[in-house]
Nanobody, 120 residues
Framework: QVQLVESGGGLVQAGGSLRLSCTASGGAFSRYGMGWFRQAPGKEREIVAAISWTGTPTYYADSVKGRFTISRDNRKNTVYLQMNSLKPEDTAVYYC?????????????WGQGTQVTVSS
C-alpha cells in the first residue's frame, strides 16, 4: 500500500511563495506519474499540476501556468510543487496523488492534504 505524506502548506500573503513536498512510501515511486490537486471550500477537486515518471512532460492548469512548478526527485521518492506569486484564489487544501500509470491517467493514491491559505 502506497502512503503519501504532504508538507509545506501554511499561511502566506498574496504575492508570496510556498513549496509543497510529498514523500511516498510503500511502492515503486519512480515508475508512476505524480500530481497535485486542490479543493477550495464549496468547489470540486481540480488538478493543478502533474509530472510523468521521468520528470518530463509536465502538465499545468491554466490558472497556475507561469507561477507554479512541479518537480520530482526519484532518489528521495518526493514530488514538489513550487508556488510563486500566490493569489487569494489559490487558497485550498492541496492533495498529492500518485497516478495509476507513468503519466497522469487516473489518480490511484492520495495524501491527506495540506492547507494553503493566501491572504489579500
Amino acid at each position: 500500500q502506497v502512503q503519501l505524506v504532504e508538507s509545506g502548506g501554511g499561511l502566506v500573503q498574496a504575492g508570496g511563495s510556498l513549496r509543497l513536498s510529498c514523500t511516498a512510501s510503500g511502492g515503486a515511486f519512480s515508475r508512476y506519474g505524480m500530481g497535485w490537486f486542490r479543493q477550495a471550500p464549496g468547489k470540486e477537486r481540480e488538478i493543478v499540476a502533474a509530472i510523468s515518471w521521468t520528470g518530463t512532460p509536465t502538465y499545468y492548469a491554466d490558472s497556475v501556468k507561469g507561477r507554479f512548478t512541479i518537480s520530482r526527485d526519484n532518489r528521495k521518492n518526493t514530488v514538489y510543487l513550487q508556488m510563486n506569486s500566490l493569489k487569494p484564489e489559490d487558497t485550498a487544501v492541496y492533495y498529492c496523488t500518485q497516478f495509476a500509470g507513468s503519466n497522469w491517467s487516473s489518480p490511484k493514491y492520495w495524501g491527506q492534504g495540506t492547507q494553503v491559505t493566501v491572504s489579500s
